[in-house]
C-alpha cells in the first residue's frame, strides 16, 4: 500500500475510487466503505483509495477536549493495508483546508489530486469549511462532474446501536471489552485500550 501526502503530490493519481472519513480505529462501519470502494474498483481496475486528515478535525478546533486516539498511526497504517486499500492519502488539517469549503475540497483534491472517479462515504459523513458539505451537498458535486457516488449506512450492532468511534471509546472506559470488539471486529488491544483510560483520566483533571 503507498501512503501519500496530499501536499506533496506533484503528480494526479490514476483513477480511483475514495473513501473518506477520519478512520479512527478503522472499525467495522470503515471496514464497510472500504469494501464498497473494491467492489465499485474492482471492475474498471480503479485504485481502492482512502482519504483521511492527519488529525481529528474536532480534536484540532477544540485543544481543550481529551479524546484519545483509538489507533496510532503505524497501526492505521496496518490496517488499511489488510482492508485491501492499495493508497492512504492523508491531508493536513491545517488553516487553509480548515477554511476550504467543499466544493473546493472535491475539486482541488479529491478530483485534481487524487484521480476521483467514485467517491464513497458514510450517511453521516460532512466535510468542508463549518460542515458545509454531507451527501447531499456530495451527490450535486458528483452529478456535476459524472462522478459515482456511493453512501454507504451506518453499521449496527444487533441491539441497533450505531458503530462509531465514540462508542469504541465508551465501551472501553466502562470496561465493555466485548463491545467494544463487536463495533472494531477485533479485539482492543493493549495500546488502544490504555489510551482510552488515559484520556479519561487527563479528561477528569481538566473540569
Known amino acids: 500500500m503507498r501512503v501519500i501526502n496530499t501536499d506533496e503530490l ?3 493519481l ?13 472499525h467495522r462501519g470503515h471496514l464497510a466503505l472500504i469494501a464498497a470502494a473494491r467492489t465499485i474498483a474492482g471492475p474498471h481496475g480503479w485504485t481502492v483509495c482512502a482519504h483521511a486528515l492527519d488529525r481529528s478535525p474536532a480534536q484540532a478546533l477544540h485543544p481543550e477536549r481529551q479524546v484519545p486516539q ?3 498511526p503505524d497501526e492505521k497504517i ?5 482492508a485491501g486499500v492499495d493508497v492512504l492519502a492523508i491531508t493536513p488539517f491545517d488553516d487553509r483546508v480548515r477554511r476550504m469549503p467543499g466544493r473546493v475540497f472535491f475539486e482541488k483534491i479529491l478530483l485534481d489530486k487524487l484521480g476521483a472517479r467514485a467517491i464513497i462515504v458514510g450517511d453521516d ?3 468542508g469549511y463549518m460542515g458545509d ?11 456535476g462532474r459524472g462522478i459515482l457516488l456511493k453512501v454507504v449506512p451506518r453499521v449496527r450492532l444487533s441491539d441497533g446501536s450505531v458503530i462509531s468511534s465514540s462508542g469504541i471509546r465508551s465501551a472501553i472506559i466502562e470496561g465493555d471489552f466485548h463491545r467494544a470488539q463487536e463495533m472494531l471486529g477485533r ?4 495500546a488502544m485500550i490504555r489510551r482510552c483510560l488515559s484520556g479519561q483520566r487527563e479528561a477528569g483533571q481538566t473540569l
Open 10 to 12: 506533484s503528480e494526479r
Open 14 to 26: 490514476p483513477a480511483s475510487a475514495i473513501c473518506l472519513g477520519y478512520f479512527d480505529g478503522v
Open 70 to 72: 483509538l489507533t496510532a
Open 78 to 82: 496496518r490496517l488499511f493495508g489488510q
Open 125 to 127: 459523513h460532512r466535510f
Open 133 to 143: 458539505t454531507g451527501s447531499a451537498e456530495l451527490a450535486q458535486l458528483c452529478a
Open 187 to 190: 479485539a482492543p488491544d493493549d
